[in-house]
Structures are given as C-alpha cells and as structure tokens.
C-alpha cells in the first residue's frame, strides 16, 4: 500500500467472555492486523471462531458487564478506542466508524419510519443541521443505493421493505455520516444470491466513491474473493493465516485455509464430491490447548498440542502460523 500510516491498527487483541468471578472463556487470542485507508480487509472463518468478537471489540460493543481485555490495543487513526470510555466513544460510532449487520430486522426500530432513524442517525453527530437539511440528506443517502422511488421510502416502516432492500437501507444509514471505516458482519448471509450480488457491487461503488476502508466478516470465500483485498483466516479466536487476496488463492498455506478452500466449489466445478474438514470447531469451553485447529488436522504434530506456533513469513505479505506449513503445502500439491 502507498499510504504508510493504517487507518486502524489492532495489536495483539485478546477477549474473555466472563461467566461468574472464577469463569471465564477465552473468546479471542493475540489478535493484530492493520487496515489501510481504501482497503477492504476479509475477516474468515466458521462460526464461532471470533471474527465478529473482534470487530465487535473495536467500538466496544460487546456486552459490558461480562467482557474483560486482558491485553491488545484497537488504535484508529492513533487513538486508542479500547481503552476510551463510552463517553469519548459515542462520536466515532457511527460516524467516523459505522457498522452494517446481518439481520436489518433487528438493527432498526420497527416503530420508526426508514427516514426518521436515517435522519436521526445524522442529527446524532450533528445537532445544529435543519430537519430539511437532514431530509434531503436521507433522500440522497437513499438513492445512492439504487432503491427506487426513495420519497416512499423514506415514509415506510422497515417490516414492509423486502430482506434486500433493508439491508440497503442500513448501508444508506452506515454510509449517511461518510465514515472513515465501515465494519460488515456478514451482511449477505441472509439474501439470496441475486440480491447478494447486487448489495456485493453497491458496497465496492460505495468504497470506490467515497475511498472508506471496509472490515467484511464472513465464512463465504466466493464473497471474498470478489470483495477483498486482503484476508485474514481465523480459527478458534486466533489468526492462523494473512494474505493479499489473489496469494491466498493462489498458494493457502495453513491447513485450515487450504481445506476452506477445498470445501468450497471453484469456478470450473462439475459436480463432484468436494472435500470436507474432518470434525467441528470446539467450543470456547473446549478450546485444545497450542493450535486449536490441531484436533482436526492431518499435520499435527505433538509440537501443534503444545504451544501455538509464531507467524513466519511464507511469502511477501504473506504470514502463517503452523508448525507444518511448509509440509501441509507440499503434501497437499497446493502451489510452491
């Protein structure tokens, strides 16, 4: 990337979920990645593997009472949002970082008409503005995600909108402030693949017009690929992989990512057996101690039962954390 200075920077992340004063579970490990301005980060995984935990993290977001932060820092912009109270916080939500959810249902009040929660989410961040200045903000807002006729629009209740066109509507809100970055958690999970498609291509335009840095949190690889520009693979709430998008692809290095890939129908798919990964993910209870995927691994060795491996450097801009790397590449013919 050209700019040298992230946009956002999270350094080695941990989450506990606490369960009463003794309990707690270990939701997510050392987590670090950085985001550049402009660029879309894929976050990759099965449930429960703590993408939306950490993304969650970043506007602190999570429930207050029970979550703890053993370690990490979430710098945006040089600020520390982890250590802000919620006081200091309450100007960058939604407005210099927004989210985008799966279920719209249940991300807008459904006694409040489209405009008067798009209006608001304007007048939040800036009291002074006119009721028609937010208006015909709203109004823009709404065409600019290609809904039709956005007069009526703005007049209807989000139960009378189909699934597609309210999840267009929460990225009219999300985008309605202009945010440095907008964070997805799997935000076509729930549409089918037409208007999957048409959301996917509205986002990319969206970033394209306004040059905002995406965090996009999904177990869909098609949707990656079309997406991101760089990915990170995660496991058992630690990152086992990071790559620019085409490297990934072209040349998985951890087990995990190569059998994500293996499970998945490629372009020139005819209909035979695809290949699946033995076992399920443990649960946070459960969690095996060194690398938590080595319970379901062929390369596991007593070292991955141990201790977690460090990140080595499989290529430029390419890191992995397995001990048998270089071996699951080379026995799984993947490219050298």
């Known amino acids: ?80 949002l982890l250590h802000m ?42 009291p002074r503005m006119e009721k028609a200045e937010a208006y015909e903000r709203s109004l823009e807002a709404v065409r600019s995600v290609k809904i039709p006729n956005p007069e009526r629009i703005l007049k209807s209740y989000p139960f009378t909108l189909s699934g597609g066109m309210r999840q267009r509507v929460m990225i009219a809100m999300a985008m309605i402030t202009r945010p440095k970055l907008l964070i997805c958690d799997e935000p076509t999970t729930a549409l089918d693949v037409t208007i999957q498609a048409q959301v996917l291509d509205l986002m990319n335009e969206l970033k394209q017009t306004h040059g905002t840095s995406i965090i996009f949190i999904t177990h869909d690889l098609g949707v990656i690929s079309e997406m991101a520009d760089r990915v990170l693979i995660m496991y058992g709430g630690r990152v086992c992989e990071e790559a620019d998008v085409d490297e990934l692809f072209t040349a998985p ?63 430029p801009s390419h890191v992995v954390a397995c001990h048998n790397w270089r071996a699951a590449k080379t026995e799984g013919g993947k490219a050298e």
Do not use: W
């Not at 309990?23 to 670090?32: C, D, I, K, Q």
């Not at 399920?280 to 141990?306: H, K, Q």
């Open 1 to 80: 990337m050209e700019e040298k200075n992230p946009l956002l920077q999270v350094v080695d992340l941990s989450v506990d979920f606490r369960l009463n004063r003794k309990t707690a579970l270990h939701a997510v490990r050392n987590v670090s990645f950085d985001l550049y301005r402009g660029e879309t980060l894929g976050i990759v995984g099965e449930s429960g593997c703590g993408k939306s935990v950490t993304c969650m993290s970043i506007l602190q977001l999570n429930p207050a009472s029970r979550t703890r932060y053993p370690s990490g820092q979430i710098l945006f912009e040089g600020r520390d």
């Open 85 to 126: 109270k919620q006081k200091q916080l309450r100007p960058i939500r939604g407005n210099e970082i927004a989210m985008v959810f799966q279920e719209p249902m249940t991300a807008m009040n459904p006694l409040f008409t489209i405009g008067d929660q798009l209006m608001e989410a304007l007048r939040v961040h800036n």
């Open 253 to 315: 290095r951890h087990p995990y990512t190569q059998g994500l890939i293996d499970s998945h129908p490629s372009p020139d798919y005819e209909g035979e057996r695809l290949k699946v990964i033995p076992g399920s993910v443990p649960t946070l209870r459960d969690m095996p101690a060194g690398c938590p995927f080595n319970n379901r691994c062929a390369y596991a060795t007593d070292a991955c039962r141990d201790v977690f491996p460090d990140f080595e450097e499989a290529a």
